[in-house]
C-alpha cells in the first residue's frame, strides 16, 4: 500500500504490505479454527481414536505459527522521503531499523520488469554501488502508483526489460 504523509520540505510516503485481517482479526481466525478442532478432537477421542489429540495440537500448534509469522512480516514499513536534495529512505517493522540518504541529483529508479506477466516490477533506488530495494512487498497496482509519483517528482527512471529466454515461464 502506497500512502502520502503530511511533509511541509517535499514528498512522504509510507509503504506498508496489504494486509487483509489485523491482529485481533487473526486471533478470532485461530480461536474458530481451535474450537472446530476441539469439537472434532473430542468426539474422535470418545470413539476411541485418542491418539488424533497429539496431532491436533501440532497441527493448532504449526498454524498459529504460520499466522503469527505472516502477521510479523506484514508489520514492514518502509518511509520514502523525497526533498529538495535528499531521497531519505527508512525501513523497519515497528521502529526504524534501516536508513539511507542518496542526493536525489545523482540517484536512479532502476524497475527491472517482470518475467511473469503476474508478478510485479522490482524496483530499486541506484546511486554509484549503492543499490536499495524499494518495495518489495508491493502488488502490481501500488508499484505502477509508486513509479507514477517517483516518476512526477522528477526522480529518473532506469527501465530494463527481462532477459529473453526461450521455454515456458512457468
Known amino acids: ?34 474450537a472446530v478442532s476441539a469439537v472434532t478432537t473430542t468426539g ?28 510479523r512480516d506484514c508489520q514492514r514499513r518502509e518511509v520514502l522521503t523525497i526533498d529538495d536534495t535528499d ?12 536508513e539511507w540518504t542518496l542526493p536525489r541529483r545523482y540517484a536512479r529508479l532502476r524497475v527491472n520488469a517482470p518475467e511473469h506477466p503476474f508478478a510485479p516490477a522490482k524496483l530499486a533506488l541506484t ?12 502488488n502490481i497496482d501500488d508499484t505502477t ?3 507514477e509519483l517517483l516518476e512526477s517528482r522528477g526522480v529518473a527512471i532506469e527501465r530494463k526489460e527481462p532477459d529473453s529466454q526461450i521455454g515456458l515461464w512457468f
Not at 64 to 70: E, F, H, V
Not at 87 to 98: D, L, S
Request: with cysteine; charged share 20%; glycine share 8%.
Open 44 to 71: 474422535f477421542s470418545l470413539a476411541g481414536a485418542w491418539v488424533i489429540i497429539p496431532f491436533a495440537g501440532l497441527e493448532l500448534i504449526a498454524l498459529a505459527s504460520g499466522i503469527y509469522l505472516t502477521s
Open 87 to 98: 531521497i531519505h529512505i527508512e525501513k523497519g517493522r515497528e521502529r526504524k531499523q534501516a
Open 145 to 147: 502508483i509508486l513509479v
Open 1 to 34: 500500500m502506497v500512502e502520502r504523509l503530511q511533509c511541509p520540505e517535499g514528498l512522504r510516503l509510507l509503504l506498508t504490505p496489504n494486509r487483509s485481517l489485523s491482529w485481533k482479526g487473526n486471533i478470532r481466525v485461530w480461536l474458530c479454527l481451535f
Open 127 to 138: 546511486h554509484r554501488d549503492m543499490d536499495v530495494p524499494l518495495g518489495q512487498f508491493l
